[in-house]
């Protein structure tokens, strides 16, 4: 290959990775559910309400609350272990326990 060939290549290779490599990263925190508002309200308002003010115990600790939202609690809630990530979890738990106050 002679070097205007390989010039060519780098220069539209170079490119197109960057717009791959920044279109991936900006669009994964939403694909992951890390816009926990939404989450929320997709996920638990209908059942603990706007405000996390129905079914929802603030005063326990963090650890266990995340523990609820992974497993679940028969038969009512469901378990989000294969829809959340511990870290997404966690922020859920720390938002519920924001808006309540």
């Known amino acids: 290959m002679n070097k205007g060939v390989k010039l060519a290549i780098v220069l ?4 197109a990775l960057a717009v791959i ?6 669009a994964s925190p939403r694909a992951q559910g890390d816009d926990i508002a939404g989450v929320y309200k997709a996920k638990c308002a209908a059942c603990h309400g706007a405000k996390a003010e129905k079914s929802f115990d603030a005063t326990k600790a963090d650890e266990l609350l995340v523990d609820v939202v992974i497993k679940g609690v028969k038969p009512k ?25």
């Open 77 to 101: 809630m469901p378990s989000y272990d294969q829809k959340l990530t511990p870290e997404q979890a966690k922020a859920l738990v720390s938002f519920m326990k924001s808006a309540g106050k």
């Open 21 to 26: 490599l920044l279109t991936s990263t900006a």
């Open 12 to 15: 539209l290779a170079v490119p």
